[in-house]
């Protein structure tokens, strides 16, 4: 799994590390935008971007 910059959200990292597109990060955002107020990998996870263990992942790495 890639490393994580300190500052860096999932979103980013998550392209960066070849597990999303661009397309995929901003279909999120876009429903976050449109009202829903779920976190990020908790949609990503909804619409089949992601499996647990990325978000597990990402958690464990950043230290939540």
């Known amino acids: 799994m890639e490393k994580l910059n300190s500052d860096e959200k999932i979103g980013e990292?998550?392209?960066?590390?070849g597990i999303m597109s661009k397309e995929d990060v901003e279909s999120v955002l876009k429903v976050q935008t449109?009202?829903?107020?779920s976190l990020f990998g908790i949609i990503?996870?909804?619409l089949g971007f992601?499996?647990?263990?990325?978000?597990i992942n990402f958690a464990e790495v950043k230290g939540i």
């Not at 992601?50 to 978000?55: A, F, G, N």
């Open 34 to 37: 449109d009202g829903n107020d």
């Open 50 to 55: 992601i499996e647990t263990e990325v978000l």
């Open 13 to 17: 990292w998550l392209v960066r590390a």
């Open 44 to 46: 990503a996870m909804e």
